[in-house]
Each structure stands twice: as C-alpha cells, then as structure tokens.
C-alpha cells in the first residue's frame, strides 16, 4: 500500500520551491495556483477489504487540510454503502503554499529585493524570475551588487582595479566572492561596446569589463652560468610580467619548458638555455614573445594523454616545438613508476608527429592498462643528464 499521505503532499509543494517556481511567480508570468497535486488513493478493492486503514487515511488527510483543499467525490459500495473519499487535493494560492512550506518569512524578503531591483536596476529583473533562490542566498549583498551594477553603467571600462572602485560597502573581497554573480548582472545590463566577449569565466571578468587586472608573468630560470641578466652571482631565477617578457630575447638558442615547479627548480645546467616553469594548458604569455619564433623550444611534460594534449597546443602557437622525454622507450623504463591518470584526453591531436601521436593512442586506448601516465617528476634525473647531454 501507497497512499498519498500529507507528507507527500508537502513534498509536491517543496518541489515547487526547490526549482524556484513559488518565488518566481510572485514576479510575473504564468499563476501557478489554483494547482492539483498529485494524489494516490485507494481502490475499490482496497475500501472494501481495508476500510479501518481508509478511514485513518481520509482522517490523516483531512486533519491537516488548510494549506491545502480537498475535493471529495461519494462512492456508493454494495457492502459499505455510500462513503466520501479523497478524489483530487488543490493548493488554491500562494499564500496557502508558502504557510504550508513556512516560507512566508523568505518570501517577504524575496520580495522586498524585487521592489528594490525595480527601483534601482529594473532591466534585472528577469534574472531574478530566472534565479530567485541564488537571489535570497544574496539577500544580505544584493543592494551593494547593485550599486556596483549602477556604478558600472556610469563608468563603463574604467581602466583601474578592483579595489579603487570607490563605493560605501563596496571592497575587494565582496566583488572577488560574487564575480560569477556580478557578471551575469553585467552582461544584463551593459551596452555590448562595455563588454570584451573575448574574456569570459571568472579568471576573465576584469578584462572582460575593462578593468585592470593582476599582470600575467612568465618564470624562468637562465641555465647557462656564463648568462647574466641580473646584476648578481645568485641563481638566476627570474618572474617578469608578459609585456617585459615579450620584448626581452635573452642571448640564448634553447628554451626548455616543464610542467613540474621542482623540475624546474632543478633543471641542470645547460649552455645556451633558459627553462620556463609551464602553466599546463594556455600559452598566452609565450605567444606574445615573438622571439621565442628564432629559438630553440622543447617541451617537457607528463607522460600521459594531457602531456601530449599540452604540447599540442603549444604547437599552435610553436609549430617547431620538440618534445623532450615523451617518448615510449622512458614510458618502458619506468613501468615501477606508472601512475593513474584521472580523466584521460580523448579528442584529436593534429600537432603531434607520428611517434607521439602513436603513443598518445596507445594511452588513451588503454594499451598497457587503465589510464597510464607517469608523471615528469618521476623520470630518472641521470636520463634528463643523458638527454640534455645528447642535445649539444
């Protein structure tokens, strides 16, 4: 036996709520009540042969009847005679709905935002028929995020950062927390000519809407000793932002990039050369070095179906890039040291020559097991040595 008992029926109305539908209907658009709600009853066979449990059924029901209506219909039994049950439950108003949820308090807060939206940004408002619970998550944020939104309007790309945005309430950690948010509102609101489509994501929305953001930086490491590009004996291991590193063009031939920071850190000497700690996917900060053109470059990554994804990206922007230590023969030197790759790559790479490209479909077809890598880090430094020493 299933009945629909009142704790179902709550369960309807819950769903409603869960999906936004309560909150967004005091906006605008289609009512929502009166609304039937599903409900389960007992058959002929049932009312005669388990009338006790009928009876306390239609007793449970009806007793917490107020948030809701019941529609009865009469059924005459040949044995039990003529008997009233349960045909149909309605919620007849919002009102009805929101008591029998206890949702009266967050609704009239709800509300209060739509009133406050309509008057300060009214071009929001569908968002907030589109995400009325994100909007009472914001509740307590929501008339700073529209004054940044006001602001905005008014000093459309304003070319400086976040933190000089000069707004009572308004600091650094509130727009860092709520960027997602912020740009949803933004791309609302904003003319298309204050919007830079081609930054997208939270790593992009200070670009994205013309403000300054925190200069990219390119680290490396001169592994020739007889190169000096600081004035002093120390290690030189060097950070310079993109645009002082695209106009450098050390006196070098070779440049070596690895993935792995204490690869990096411990990458021999080697006439001639800098390294670059790598940054995984997206090459950005090296595309803008035209230099990097007349030089040298091999990449050394993972052994596994994002290396060679990597490395086949940075032949988009270095068609002459070589591997170095990517190959099958340290893959089979190494089998002690094999790893799990997580999520595999599995699309096309069109930049890989023909021996990397049959090693990448032999690890993303599972040649010698699930998921094979090994991890760059875990290469013998003695082969890096042999190999570096192969290259001169």
């Not at 040949?78 to 206890?102: H, K, Q, T, Y």
């Not at 700073?144 to 905005?152: P, Q, S």
Request: charge should be neutral; glycine fraction near 6%.
């Amino acid at each position: 036996m299933r009945w629909t008992t009142p704790a179902d029926l709550k369960k309807q109305v819950q769903r409603l709520w869960d999906r936004g539908l309560l909150l967004a209907s005091m906006v605008a658009g289609e009512p929502l009540f009166p609304r039937r709600l599903a409900l389960k009853g007992p058959d002929s066979r049932e009312l005669s042969e388990r009338f006790p449990e009928v009876r306390d059924w239609i007793a449970r029901l009806s007793s917490a009847a107020g948030p809701y209506r019941i529609e009865w219909r009469s059924v005459n039994h040949r044995v039990l005679g003529v008997n009233d049950i349960p045909a149909a439950i309605w919620v007849d108003s919002l009102e009805d709905a929101l008591g029998f949820l206890g949702k009266h308090r967050a609704a009239n807060q709800f509300a209060a935002l739509v009133e406050l939206t309509r008057d300060k940004q009214p071009a929001l408002i569908p968002w907030l028929k589109k995400r009325p619970l994100r909007a009472l998550e914001l509740a307590a944020d929501w008339p700073r995020l529209l004054e940044i939104v006001t602001w905005l309007l008014e000093h459309p790309r304003p070319a400086i950062y976040l933190r000089q945005i000069d707004l009572p309430g308004v600091h650094t950690k509130l727009l860092e927390r709520h960027r997602g948010v912020l740009a949803e509102l933004l791309d609302l609101v904003l003319p298309e000519d204050s919007i830079d489509e081609t930054y997208t994501g939270i790593g992009g929305f200070c670009r994205r809407y013309g403000f300054l953001d925190k200069p990219s930086r390119v680290r490396f490491r001169v592994l020739d000793p007889h190169v000096r590009l600081l004035p002093v004996v120390a290690d030189q291991d060097i950070a310079l932002t993109q645009a002082a590193f695209a106009v450098l063009d050390p006196p070098v031939a070779r440049i070596f990039i690895t993935e792995n920071e204490i690869n990096f850190l411990a990458f021999p000497e080697v006439p001639d050369a800098i390294v670059i700690f790598g940054a995984g996917y997206g090459f950005e900060n090296l595309a803008a070095a035209p230099w990097l053109h007349q030089k040298d470059i091999y990449y050394w990554g993972d052994i596994d179906t994002h290396g060679f994804a990597i490395l086949n990206q940075l032949r988009g922007y270095f068609p002459h890039a070589a591997s170095l230590l990517m190959d099958q023969q340290t893959l089979m030197a190494h089998r002690s040291l094999w790893g799990v790759e997580s999520q595999p790559e599995t699309g096309m790479l069109a930049r890989l020559n023909a021996e990397e490209a049959i090693l990448y479909d032999q690890l993303r077809q599972n040649h010698w097991g699930e998921r094979v890598r090994l991890e760059q880090e875990r290469i013998r430094y003695d082969l890096l040595l042999d190999v570096l020493r192969g290259l001169r």
